[in-house]
Nanobody
Framework: QAQFVESGGGLVQPGGSLRLSCSLS????????LAWYRQGPGTRRGPVAT???????IYDDSVKGRFTISRDNAESTVTLEMSGLSPEDTGSYFC?????????WGRGAQVTVAD
């Protein structure tokens, strides 16, 4: 069973940038479609960026043009580059498989966008 470990969150001012990383301990990493999920205050957790095994990416409209997801199959990591951050991006960010996430979630990375 995959173990997801997210890192890179923090406090940033509006308009700022952050880079999130997720490492996975699984021999099947290369075959999986992976996603970054966001859970904001009082909202359900949902995918904001997805990357398939062949590198095809899909973004939620709310982050399109500002977030970039990438993967390194050799290192078994998936990264989310975030720019132009706004308070609406505040939340906990998790990586997991997609479209059906594993039952085992990591602890997530907290992102807070505020002055």
């Amino acid at each position: 069973q995959a173990q997801f470990v997210e890192s890179g969150g923090g406090l940033v001012q509006p308009g700022g940038s952050l880079r999130l990383s997720c490492s996975l301990s699984s021999n099947f990493f290369r075959k999986w479609t992976l996603a970054w999920y966001r859970q904001g205050p009082g909202t359900r957790r949902g995918p904001v960026a997805t990357i398939s095994a062949d590198g095809t990416t899909i973004y939620d409209d709310s982050v399109k043009g500002r977030f970039t997801i990438s993967r390194d199959n050799a290192e078994s990591t998936v990264t989310l580059e975030m720019s132009g951050l706004s308070p609406e991006d505040t939340g906990s960010y998790f990586c997991n498989t997609a479209p059906s996430p594993s039952r085992t979630w990591g602890r997530g990375a907290q992102v807070t966008v505020a002055d």
